[in-house]
């Protein structure tokens, strides 16, 4: 009689996890750079120059635009990344498993089309290519996200949401502080190299994604380089209350993000034309600083608190408490000393909440057969939430009596968020 002998397959996360999270971090800061700086600054200065008179509404415009790219993206980049053969088609992909390859499609075009930005063509040409610019983005984002749910064991996920969440803001304030510091077609230019280098150095040296990925969901049925649209294939027949705290968890985040985004939207016009302060540009910069020092000093700790506590929803209701401070005292304290306070107060609030966000997105996970897919669905929480932001922020200017009417509804969503997330049972 034959003993069966099971060989059980590690991931790099597992074996080398210091290394890998290091190598992820850079990869995900370079993805943050890419959206980062035209978002917080270089289109709203371009928007200045392209449409003077109507700057607002056309950046609205626009950001909406991009936001529905991304979003429309993420429906698909799921569905192909978990039945595609990229990863089969050849040696060189084969090395990395069934997300990076992927990324390693998107980043260049990403930073092509960050170059053609560069050149401020007309304002239909900037709609067209920072909605091309989205869609890369979520290759390389959702793809990325997965990379989390395949590699990192459940016990470490609160410290890859720190990762995550320090990560993110790093992205912004280099993104920022790079729009700030040098001329628009420069800042395009310099963001679109560092963003290439920083992501495609995932697959490479020490602590590099192989190909240990998700091994359960490969398929031999399909061809070399081919996508699997055959229904019956890795189907599984999942209740659909298995997907309650998925969709729970899916509209907290949406609420959140959509909180923050909207909040934030138009930073650099409440300090030039609300509080009026001299140098708005600068400002937002500083500003920018503020709220990355202390979501960086609050996500880097909490990650790793919440992986030994095994709670993760006290930190998100702690974070909407916090945001709901900050967005109340910008409704009603029109000084630049209340601005800084309100910056300390969202870096608190963002903080937690990234510290704890990706580990009840992989806890809330249904399926691991269509990893990807659900990922991908759950990043349009975020992408939809961008998308819509411009919107909310033009209308609660417009019919909520200006500043403070806008970031009191944003209070109101907080307190929405807080109550959400207190009925999610997959995580604690």
Not at 289 to 313: E, N, P
Request: hydrophobic residues 55%; proline residues 3%.
């Amino acid at each position: 009689m034959t003993a069966t002998v099971t060989t059980t397959v590690t991931t790099i996360a597992e074996r080398h996890p210091k290394a890998f999270f290091w190598k992820f971090a850079l990869a995900y800061i370079g993805t943050c750079l890419v959206w980062a700086g035209p978002s917080q600054l270089l289109l709203a200065n371009q928007m200045l120059a392209v449409r003077p008179g109507s700057h607002e509404g056309a950046l609205a415009l626009l950001m909406m635009c991009g936001g529905a790219s991304s979003v429309a993206t993420s429906l698909v980049v799921g569905f192909i990344s978990d039945r595609s053969r990229l990863s089969t088609a050849s040696a060189w992909a084969r090395r990395w498993g069934k997300r990076f390859p992927w990324i390693l499609v998107a980043v260049p075009l990403a930073s092509i089309g960050m170059l053609a930005m560069s050149a401020t063509p007309g304002y239909w040409a900037l709609v067209a290519l920072w909605c091309l610019v989205q869609c890369f983005v979520a290759f390389m984002t959702n793809n990325l996200l997965t990379i989390t749910a395949d590699v990192v064991p459940q016990k470490h996920f609160g410290v890859i949401s720190s990762v995550l969440g320090v990560t993110y803001v790093l992205g912004l304030v280099g993104g920022t502080a790079l729009a700030s510091l040098l001329p628009l077609n420069w800042a395009y230019i310099v963001i679109a190299g560092l963003a290439f280098g920083m992501v495609i150095q995932l697959g490479f040296g020490p602590g590099a994604i192989d190909a240990a990925a998700n091994q359960s969901t490969l398929d031999d049925q399909a061809e070399l380089g081919t996508v699997v649209f055959d229904p019956d294939a890795e189907l599984e027949r999942l209740p659909l209350n298995a997907y309650r705290n998925y969709a729970t968890v899916f509209l907290a985040r949406f609420v959140i993000h959509a909180t923050q985004y909207t909040a934030l939207f138009y930073l650099l016009y409440y300090l030039r034309d609300h509080i009026r302060v001299a140098d708005p540009d600068i400002w937002v910069l500083i500003l920018t600083v503020i709220f990355a020092v202390v979501t960086m000093a609050a996500a880097a700790g909490s990650g790793a608190l919440s992986d030994k506590l095994q709670r993760r929803k006290i930190f998100f209701v702690a974070a909407a408490v916090a945001m709901a401070a900050g967005t109340q005292l910008m409704a009603f304290v029109s000084t630049l000393k209340a601005a800084i306070i309100a910056a300390v107060l969202l870096g608190l609030s963002w903080g937690l909440f990234t510290s704890v966000e990706q580990a009840m997105i992989n806890e809330s996970l249904p399926s691991k057969v269509n990893r990807a897919r659900d990922v991908s669905i759950m990043t349009l929480a975020q992408g939809s939430a961008n998308m819509i932001a411009g919107l909310l922020a033009a209308a609660g200017l417009r019919y909520l009596g200006g500043y403070p009417g806008l970031y009191q509804a944003c209070t109101v969503a907080c307190v929405l968020a807080a109550l959400l997330v207190l009925t999610v049972r997959s995580s604690r």
